[in-house]
């Protein structure tokens, strides 16, 4: 059986015109691939030199949309919907699998169970994929009850309130940030939370363990609780690339509980730790980014993520893990699972953006703040345009963004709320999708965080993963 990054390619050579094009133009021809090793000297394709260089027609298998049964889009945070096509027999058998998952974690089977969906719809494919999937499980399974109020959360609280009470637990899909929200606005209108048994999977931002303590904390359960909150890794162009297995959460447990993060894995902020299936996508990590390899209607070759972060094999992780002292395993038992279950599928581990971040579900570009720097005179008159920017977490366990600057060496004068208001303001002027509605609702959340340095300290990428440096 040919390896699947051979297949895709294969097929996309085959079956998909814009790819060809792409070849010939990159190469002067169509290369033969027939191992690996060739195949890591395929040319990265990315938005710009490919989905954005070639119609969204010949970038489908056979050149048609005709076959395709929903077209999806990104979240459009960048200004413009980027459109996504979807297979078939790609969504056919995903609910099965899903509710794997939830059995796994949940035991939904055994355990009645209600979900609230607060996503974004429409054409979102995260809102509209788990709003099939969840209908296919209670359809043919009859053990979970779905809610979708979506991404309004003066609804999912209500929904909370009338209805979670009647099951014995409750599974909330939402942002981090919108999911905190929704539990603490909950608790402070008097529903008793804590006696609901909700569990929270988070859907397009990683989190801190932190994160999961606060979360613990509101929703009832004991101190390390695993099940408390999840999430996995994906997005619209490549879909689901891992999951938060029990197996991550309690990696991510031992690294938290006895700082070891740094000596293990040298990040500074937790990665998201997910675990993920090499016959759906094939994984690698160049230059420190995640390329991806994956057939849909769009097949993606060496598709560049725009992710920092790389793969582990299994035992790779297991052996790593023991080198510092840490069982995972012997958690998993600690804490009332069967080890046995456990996943032994690879791992990837996602330490944030190259090209920026996601804060309450929008992503923030580093190109755009460095044309908020340029374009802006009162912000070019006092700082250089040399800025890091990370998501950080303030003392109550709310995002914020801060963003580190170097002041100008004659700056008429430093005001870090001025600065921090100017910033504000053009990313309003140029950001969409959930920036604006962020703004409008909560402008202390939206408003990044100012912090004055000198160049030295932002020289080398110790304190911030996301930076831009002139």
Known sequence: MKPLPLDVYATAVARVPAYRRFLQEQYGTVPEIPDMETFATLPLMDKTNYIRAYPLTDRCLDGTLKGKHMIAHSSGSSGKHLYWPILRE????????TLEELEQKYAVSRTSTLVVLGLLMGGNLSGALFAYVFRA???ETGCITLLTPGRDEAECVEVLGEFAPHFEQTILFSYGATGKNIIETAIARGIPVKDLRIKLRLIGEGYSETFRDRMNELLGYTYGDLTSV??????????????????????????????????VFGFETMPTICQYSPSDIFIESVEGELVMTRHNAVPLVRYRSGDAGFVLEYEAMMDTMARHGLDPHALLAERGFDPASASKQPFVLVSGRNDGLTFFGAKIFVTKIKTIFEETPYLSERVTGEFQMRRVENEHGDPRLEIAVVPCPEAPDLDAGAIADAVARGLLERQGGIYPELMAKDPDAATPRIRFVRREEIMTPASFKIRYLA
């Open 90 to 97: 790609v969504e056919q058998g995903y609910w099965q699998r």
């Open 137 to 139: 499980i209670g359809i």
């Open 230 to 263: 999840s999430s996995g890794y994906g997005a619209t162009d490549f879909r689901s690339a891992g999951k938060e297995t029990l197996l991550c959460v309690a990696i991510k447990r031992l690294l938290a509980e006895r700082n070891l993060l740094g000596d």
